[in-house]
């Protein structure tokens, strides 16, 4: 109800914006024609001061404001040219009125290009006549004037007259050529429409049918003509037609509707704006190759374990050795030599696969002596990347064996990240947003950014008009207040539900087929159908929000990560503190896919990823990847914060939309309505935690949690029914809440009633 009225309100101002400026274009249009006329007469009053004299009168028909600004856009500045700006104030009009689409802004730049090069030109033009001086300063008015007579100063006569046609011809072809092929292709599409016309007339004309109908066949199948002998009289054929049932539709002329129309011209940034980082890479040397190879040989031997055969597999970070033990050996007896293989070989980091998964080999991963990097250039420009049909795909860096690895968040559906602080989850975040801002178009995906550090996607900001997502009147595009986090997941889960609805009325599954239909004009937008972008909400710091907001956080994420594969919303969450109480069982079980970079303790990698070996990762982009039932050890594709910022600006230079994505509005109200902590019912110690957090003046769940020797969970909740009740403000992280009612009296007053 709150948002229709807004909508309303919108349109009104809209509305009356529109009829304003039609009105503003036509007093100008009739000031600057009457001026025409009376410009000598109406000379002394500019010069009087015309406009502070009350007893002063204009022979303009628009008085003496109309004199005034027409003394200044025609005498004083662009002369006749002038005459663009009440159409240009026109089309203003038109665009709020919303009559015909305009775009605003190049038309304000062509507007004042013309009135400037139509002003010099008329200046020189109109040099040569008698009208030199009309107006004051001539046709061209006293800007053209002073521009002209410096051209000529500089470059002559002839110079000035040749500059002027090339700029004017420069100016004027492209618009005739445009005018010209649009006039062909709009005569071709007629034609191509009787044509069809034509035929269709043709198919269903009755005495057709009839003429086409009188052919037989005999019973051996050859045909009989009109004018051969026939044993009987034919019979009168009736006129058969088959009906053709077309599904809803809102337009049957137009056959498929493109999502790119109004950004038709958006380019994807070019890889040129990213390093190669040539300097940085290194292959694996055939003498470290040998060395590692020698050393576990020996070590094996060491414990009476025979093998077969060793075969190295370098990488950009680690090299896998896979070794064919002799007949005999149990994979056992090799496992319990991890840490003997580690002390012998001296490596900063080991990792034992035993055995290899599809393959009757054991793996040991062995950190290279120096490790190389895998620029985000390289694996962008890879035919796997350009040629991917995945719809949301991200390139998350190298295996072992140097291919690219590549994963579809849509299938995912949606993606945890964690490790230590400095390991690379950052880079990891970008790099995700790197593979879908250079693969996605911003028709076909929304991006959610939350950044409670304020700092590592604060530069995606510029971005707004083009691939975010927010909700209605927020000021900033990245989410950093908890309170805001909180509004756009519930904002997100009514956007879920609302497209459910609308899969149910389609008789659709998933956003795929949803979409299909709708560009194939199947479903009828005047029926609510829309066409519906991914969208991609990512999460950085993930256990700032757990500690903060808790619950209300856990809650509409849990849904949105339950049910938002179908309706093309995906999660992607991060975090520095992999430990249970952050990634709880609910969590875990809502993200089956899990990136794990180096963690500090066993107990954290099983947190992750069930078991224990992202403690033996390296560090700086190495990370473990369970997207299945199998681990894969990849190097983090590197992108650096001036490359993001080359990428960002490319992309913001464009044409963009009005506006960030507008997500479905969501107020206290709705969270009260849809999310109630209280069940309607306060705790038993509600009124003494009031005049609990009234005596020490602040109002944190830690008070109540030491002075009533509570869990977190019923302090959470009691304060929840306090900001309910209007005691205590909303959340403000981890600073206290703001005290609504801050003294004895007013809270014995609150009671009272």
């Given at each position: 109800?709150a948002?229709?009225?807004?909508?309303?309100?919108?349109?009104?101002?809209?509305?009356?914006?529109?009829?304003?400026?039609?009105?503003?274009?036509?007093?100008?249009?009739?000031?600057?024609?009457?001026?025409?006329?009376?410009?000598?007469?109406?000379?002394?009053?500019?010069?009087?001061?015309?406009?502070?004299?009350?007893?002063?009168?204009?022979?303009?028909?628009?008085?003496?404001?109309?004199?005034?600004?027409?003394?200044?856009?025609?005498?004083?500045?662009?002369?006749?040219?002038?005459?663009?700006?009440p159409?240009?104030?026109?089309?203003?009009?038109?665009?709020l009125?919303?009559?015909?689409?305009?775009?605003?802004?190049?038309?304000?730049?062509?507007?004042?290009?013309v009135?400037?090069?139509?002003?010099?030109?008329?200046?020189?033009?109109?040099?040569?006549?008698?009208?030199?001086?009309?107006?004051?300063?001539?046709?061209?008015?006293?800007?053209?004037?002073?521009?002209?007579?410096?051209?000529?100063?500089?470059?002559?006569?002839?110079?000035?007259?040749?500059?002027?046609?090339?700029?004017?011809?420069?100016?004027?072809?492209?618009?005739?050529?445009?005018?010209?092929?649009?006039?062909?292709?709009?005569?071709?599409?007629?034609?191509?429409?009787?044509?069809?016309?034509?035929?269709?007339?043709?198919?269903?004309?009755?005495?057709?049918?009839?003429?086409?109908?009188?052919?037989?066949?005999?019973?051996?199948?050859?045909?009989?003509?009109?004018?051969?002998?026939?044993?009987?009289?034919?019979?009168?054929?009736?006129?058969?037609?088959?009906?053709?049932?077309?599904?809803?539709?809102?337009?049957?002329d137009?056959?498929?509707?493109?999502?790119?129309?109004?950004?038709?011209?958006?380019?994807?940034?070019?890889l040129?704006?990213?390093?190669?980082?040539?300097?940085?890479?290194?292959?694996?040397?055939?003498?470290?190759?040998?060395?590692?190879?020698?050393?576990?040989?020996?070590?094996?031997r060491?414990?009476?374990?025979?093998?077969?055969?060793?075969?190295?597999?370098?990488?950009?970070?680690?090299?896998?050795?896979?070794?064919?033990?002799?007949?005999?050996?149990?994979?056992?007896?090799?496992?319990?030599?991890?840490?003997?293989?580690?002390?012998?070989?001296?490596?900063?980091?080991?990792?034992?696969?035993?055995?290899?998964p599809?393959?009757?080999?054991?793996?040991?991963?062995?950190?290279?002596?120096?490790?190389?990097?895998?620029?985000?250039?390289?694996?962008?420009?890879?035919?796997?990347?350009?040629?991917?049909?995945?719809?949301?795909?991200?390139?998350?860096?190298?295996?072992?064996?140097?291919?690219?690895?590549?994963?579809?968040?849509?299938?995912?559906?949606?993606?945890?990240?964690?490790?230590?602080?400095?390991?690379?989850?950052?880079?990891?975040?970008n790099?995700?947003?790197?593979?879908?801002?250079?693969?996605?178009?911003?028709?076909?995906?929304?991006?959610?950014?939350?950044?409670?550090?304020?700092?590592?996607?604060?530069?995606?900001?510029?971005?707004?008009?083009?691939?975010?997502?927010?909700?209605?009147?927020?000021?900033?595009?990245?989410?950093?207040?908890?309170?805001?986090?909180?509004?756009?997941?519930?904002?997100?889960?009514?956007?879920?539900?609302?497209?459910?609805?609308?899969?149910?009325?389609?008789?659709?599954?998933?956003?795929?087929?949803?979409?299909?239909?709708?560009?194939?004009r199947?479903?009828?937008?005047?029926?609510?159908?829309?066409?519906?972008?991914?969208?991609?909400?990512?999460?950085?710091?993930?256990a700032?929000?757990?500690?903060?907001?808790?619950?209300?956080?856990?809650?509409?994420?849990?849904?949105?990560?339950?049910?938002?594969?179908?309706?093309?919303?995906?999660?992607?969450?991060?975090?520095?503190?992999?430990?249970?109480?952050?990634?709880?069982?609910?969590?875990?079980?809502?993200?089956?896919?899990?990136?794990?970079?180096?963690?500090?303790?066993?107990?954290?990698?099983?947190?992750?990823?069930?078991?224990?070996?992202?403690?033996?990762?390296?560090?700086?982009?190495?990370?473990?990847?369970?997207?299945?039932?199998?681990?894969?050890?990849?190097?983090?594709a590197?992108?650096?914060?001036?490359?993001?910022?080359?990428?960002?600006?490319?992309?913001?230079?464009?044409?963009?939309?009005?506006?960030?994505?507008?997500?479905?509005?969501?107020?206290?109200?709705?969270?009260?309505?849809?999310?109630?902590?209280?069940?309607?019912?306060?705790?038993?110690?509600?009124?003494?935690?009031?005049?609990?957090?009234?005596?020490?003046?602040?109002g944190?769940?830690?008070?109540?949690?030491r002075?009533?020797?509570?869990?977190?969970?019923?302090?959470?909740?009691?304060?929840?029914?306090?900001?309910e009740?209007?005691?205590?403000?909303?959340?403000?992280?981890?600073?206290?809440?703001?005290?609504?009612?801050?003294?004895?009296?007013?809270?014995?007053?609150?009671?009272?009633?």
């Amino acid at each position: 109800m709150a948002s229709d009225k807004k909508q309303r309100i919108r349109d009104n101002f809209r509305l009356i914006t529109g009829w304003l400026f039609l009105a503003v274009g036509l007093y100008l249009l009739t000031a600057f024609v009457s001026y025409l006329f009376t410009w000598t007469v109406d000379q002394s009053l500019l010069s009087q001061g015309g406009l502070s004299d009350p007893q002063a009168e204009a022979a303009n028909s628009t008085g003496l404001i109309g004199n005034y600004w027409s003394n200044l856009f025609i005498g004083e500045l662009f002369g006749i040219s002038a005459f663009i700006i009440p159409f240009f104030f026109a089309a203003l009009a038109v665009f709020l009125l919303r009559i015909k689409k305009i775009r605003i802004i190049p038309l304000f730049f062509i507007t004042l290009f013309v009135c400037i090069i139509l002003s010099v030109s008329l200046g020189y033009i109109f040099s040569f006549t008698s009208l030199e001086y009309v107006f004051g300063a001539g046709v061209g008015g006293t800007y053209g004037y002073r521009v002209n007579e410096w051209l000529i100063s500089m470059l002559g006569t002839v110079g000035t007259g040749v500059v002027l046609f090339f700029v004017l011809t420069a100016f004027i072809v492209p618009f005739v050529y445009r005018w010209i092929h649009k006039r062909k292709t709009i005569a071709e599409a007629n034609q191509e429409t009787d044509r069809v016309q034509e035929t269709v007339i043709h198919k269903h004309d009755p005495e057709t049918i009839t003429e086409t109908t009188t052919e037989t066949k005999t019973p051996t199948g050859d045909p009989v003509r009109q004018n051969e002998p026939r044993e009987t009289e034919p019979t009168e054929q009736p006129v058969f037609e088959v009906e053709k049932i077309q599904e809803e539709s809102t337009a049957g002329d137009m056959l498929f509707y493109d999502p790119k129309q109004d950004l038709s011209r958006y380019r994807k940034p070019p890889l040129s704006l990213l390093e190669d980082y040539r300097n940085q890479l290194r292959e694996v040397s055939q003498d470290e190759l040998e060395r590692n190879n020698q050393k576990i040989v020996e070590c094996l031997r060491t414990f009476d374990i025979q093998i077969e055969k060793i075969v190295a597999t370098p990488g950009p970070t680690v090299t896998l050795y896979k070794i064919v033990l002799s007949p005999g050996i149990r994979i056992s007896q090799f496992t319990r030599l991890e840490d003997d293989i580690m002390l012998s070989l001296a490596a900063r980091g080991m990792r034992v696969i035993a055995p290899i998964p599809g393959t009757n080999m054991v793996g040991i991963e062995v950190a290279n002596d120096k490790p190389s990097l895998v620029p985000m250039k390289s694996v962008l420009d890879s035919a796997k990347f350009k040629e991917s049909r995945y719809d949301l795909p991200i390139v998350m860096g190298k295996s072992i064996s140097n291919e690219i690895v590549m994963l579809d968040l849509a299938r995912l559906p949606h993606l945890l990240v964690a490790g230590a602080t400095g390991q690379g989850k950052s880079v990891a975040l970008n790099a995700i947003l790197a593979s879908l801002l250079y693969k996605m178009h911003p028709a076909y995906l929304k991006l959610v950014l939350v950044d409670p550090k304020r700092v590592e996607l604060n530069l995606y900001s510029k971005l707004e008009n083009h691939f975010l997502a927010k909700l209605p009147e927020a000021e900033n595009p990245i989410i950093i207040d908890t309170k805001k986090v909180v509004y756009t997941l519930n904002s997100l889960c009514i956007e879920m539900d609302a497209r459910l609805e609308l899969y149910n009325k389609a008789g659709v599954r998933n956003i795929k087929e949803y979409n299909k239909k709708f560009l194939e004009r199947v479903l009828n937008p005047l029926k609510g159908h829309r066409f519906m972008p991914f969208i991609v909400v990512i999460i950085d710091e993930f256990a700032d929000l757990i500690m903060t907001a808790g619950r209300d956080v856990e809650g509409p994420l849990t849904r949105l990560a339950q049910m938002g594969r179908a309706c093309g919303i995906h999660l992607v969450i991060a975090t520095q503190r992999p430990t249970t109480n952050i990634i709880t069982g609910t969590i875990k079980a809502n993200f089956p896919a899990r990136i794990a970079f180096r963690v500090a303790s066993k107990i954290d990698s099983r947190t992750i990823i069930d078991v224990s070996e992202a403690n033996q990762l390296v560090g700086r982009g190495d990370m473990l990847i369970s997207a299945g039932s199998d681990l894969l050890r990849v190097q983090c594709a590197f992108i650096d914060t001036p490359e993001v910022e080359r990428m960002v600006d490319f992309i913001a230079g464009q044409q963009g939309y009005p506006g960030a994505f507008e997500l479905p509005e969501y107020s206290e109200t709705d969270r009260q309505e849809v999310v109630s902590p209280t069940g309607g019912q306060r705790d038993e110690l509600f009124e003494e935690a009031a005049r609990l957090i009234i005596q020490n003046g602040e109002g944190s769940t830690s008070l109540l949690q030491r002075r009533f020797h509570l869990g977190y969970n019923r302090a959470g909740r009691i304060m929840d029914q306090l900001e309910e009740a209007g005691i205590v403000g909303p959340p403000r992280g981890s600073s206290p809440r703001e005290l609504l009612i801050n003294s004895q009296e007013m809270l014995d007053d609150f009671f009272s009633k």
